[in-house]
Structures are given as C-alpha cells and as structure tokens.
C-alpha cells in the first residue's frame, strides 16, 4: 500500500512538471524495468526418488519438484529417457549411475543427483506369514535375474511338518500344506546365482483351521475326530467331546423316494445278511455291508455289486464331498461314491479307496459340521 501511494504521488509530481510526451517515455521505461525484475526471479529445478537405497529390479519413483516448467527430459543414466513429469525406471543391474531432469530443453534448467543401485537380494516369498494347517501354499524364492545366469535353489524345512505336493527341496517354488499348528516353523533358502551364494530366511506362524470332522466312536467307547480339507485328512486324534451325539447315529434304516429300506427287512435282500445301510439320495444307490464285504446296489436292490471285499463294521455317506467311508481291521476306508446306473466299479475307480486312518474297532461314524 506505502508502494502504490508513492509511486501515485510521484506520477502527480511529474505530470505538473512534465508534459505528456516525456511522461509516456517515463512510464515506457518504468514498465521495462518492471518486466526485467520479475524475469530475473528465481525458480527451482530439482527431483527426489524413492527408496532412498534401491536394488536391481527394484521400481524407482521419480518425483518432480520443479516450481516452473512445462517438458521435462530425464536421462536416468542407463541409456533409458523419459518425458513424464513424474516417471518410474526400473535398473536391471547394481551401480552408480547419474540421472539428469533438463526442464523446457534448457541447459541452465538442468539438475542431476548420483544414485547408487544395489544388488538385488533373493527373499522368501509367501502370501502370508500367518499359515492355517492343512491350507495349499505355495513358498518361491524372490529375485531379480535379467541376465538369467544359472542359478541353484536349497531349500530347508521341517519335512516331517510339510507335506510337499508339487515342486521339491531343488525348485525355484514349493507347493503343499502344513500338518500342525499352535507352533512357529523356519524356512531357509540358500540360493546359488552364477558365483554368489545367499541365504535367505523366513519365520511361519501356523495356526488351527476349522473344517468338517470325520468323527467315530470305537468299540471301547473312544470317541475321535478327523478334520477333512479339500480331500486331505488331518490324523485322527482322540476327542473329548460329547459322545451322545454320535451314538446317537443310525445306519441301519433309510428312506429314498418314499420308500422305507430298514436293514432287518429289506424284500429284495432278504437272502443277504445286511449289517450296515446307507443311501445316497442323489445317485439313488444303496450302499450295503453284507457278511464278506461293501457293495452298491440300485435304490430297487438289483445289480448288485462288491466294492471291497472286507469285514467291514459301519458306513457312512458324505454327500458333499462325494465319498463313502467305511471301517475294517486296517482302520477307516474311503471312495468316490458310485455314480455308474449299473454299478460298474472299475480298476480306476477301485484304486481311489485308500486308508484314511487306522483307528480300528469302529462301531459309528458321522460327519460333524
């Protein structure tokens, strides 16, 4: 405000004694003197980039803290350019290299800071560090490797905890499932590249998984329970829990399409000794146990056919995960339910029963959801 009130007071002073003509020469060169000062401000040219200490392979962002400007040139040292105000770059190899912001082609508007790339070192590389028993993972060695030099991967874990199901201890990438939890477990790569060896580690912390439960009753009256996940079982392990619920299980009666099937009256067996029945309503099949083994029937009791031949004790369908269990002296059996019209079991099919555990003497079975 003590500008403008001057410099009015000074244009009056000049113009009473001043004509017009010398007044215009003045204000020409007033307003010269004007433009020169605000051209001669100065402006800053400069950049950062993150992170501070990056490795080969690593992405590096560029930010652009230029006042002024409208293009922008960047050379980032490795033969590569750009002209985005804010670029990323990406060096494939460890060195020092100097990147250069040249602002409106102007030699005078050019800044340059050294970065230093460090050599890219092999991690580790799992979803989570929080791991739920009997849940896939997969764990892979991470690593930039442009030149793709030779490389030799060792891994190291608890083998006797992991269950492998794809890859081995020499894959750049292993695949399975744990089979505990409440517990930490360590992994350890050593992973070889050309002439350089590094050692990577990582810490995992297993935790329980909810699942469906396979439970039986024993002669003895022990009561266990069997977890199932995706098709792999957890080991049976003794459960303290209320046993009523599955004493309370029935598999000697069914009902299928209104039809009442009880096991001590069954008009189209009734030359077989039936001890155990079950129904899978979706297939309409009858699955029997008679005194020399398992078998499948048709829901009207014709073409019947052995599944397995054993002193089996009790059944069970599990409709969901289209299996059929069934207990002998080796313990717990298991199979893809039936789906053929006329019960044909293969050798494809037959190969698929497989031990589930080895609790011997079971009397009831169900699944606890």
């Known amino acids: 405000m003590q500008m403008s009130i001057f410099f009015c007071t000074f244009v009056r002073l000049l113009c009473a004694k001043m004509n017009m003509r010398k007044i215009l020469y003045l204000f020409y060169g007033l307003s010269a003197v004007l433009l020169v000062s605000v051209s001669c401000q100065k402006h800053t040219y400069d950049f950062s980039y993150s992170p501070n200490g990056p490795k080969a392979g690593q992405t590096v962002t560029f930010t652009n803290l230029s006042d002024a400007g409208e293009n922008w040139v960047w050379a980032f040292g490795d033969g590569s350019k750009s002209t985005l105000k804010n670029p990323t770059h990406v060096y494939t190899a460890a060195g020092t290299y100097v990147v250069e912001l040249m602002v409106d082609s102007t030699k005078s508007r050019t800044v340059s800071h050294v970065l230093e790339v460090q050599d890219s070192i092999p991690s580790i590389y799992v979803a ?20 793709k030099t ?9 083998e006797q905890l992991f269950n492998i199901t794809d890859g081995d201890l020499t894959s750049d990438s292993i695949t399975g499932y744990f089979t505990d939890y409440g517990r930490t477990t360590d992994i350890r790569l050593t992973i070889t590249i050309g002439s350089k060896t590094t050692v990577a580690e990582r810490t995992l912390t297993l935790t329980d998984n909810d699942a469906p439960s396979l439970m039986m009753l024993t002669d003895d009256g022990q009561l266990w329970r069997q977890r199932i996940y995706d098709g792999i079982y957890e080991s049976a392990k003794p459960y303290d829990g209320d046993k009523s619920v599955i004493a309370a299980a029935n598999d000697s009666t069914a009902t299928l399409n209104g039809i009442n ?20 309503a979706v297939n309409r099949k009858l699955y029997l146990i008679l005194n020399d083994g398992v078998y499948v029937a048709n829901a009207n009791g014709d073409a019947l056919t052995l599944i397995a031949e054993t002193e089996a004790q009790t059944l069970l369908i ?11 002296s080796e313990g717990v059996q298991a199979m893809p339910l039936v789906t053929n019209p006329q019960n044909t079991i293969s050798e494809q099919l037959r190969s698929k029963i497989h031990t589930v555990n080895t609790v011997a003497g079971v009397q009831r079975m169900l699944i606890n959801r």
């Open 150 to 158: 030779s490389v030799i991967y060792e891994w190291e874990l608890d």
């Open 318 to 328: 599990d409709g969901e995960r289209n299996t059929i269990y069934w207990s002998d």
């Open 261 to 280: 099937y009880d096991i001590h009256n069954m008009p189209v067996l009734t030359d077989k000794q039936i001890s155990a029945l079950q129904v899978d």
């Open 128 to 147: 989570s560090d929080i791991v739920q028993q009997y849940a896939p993972i997969t764990i892979k060695a991470s690593f930039y490797n442009p030149t």
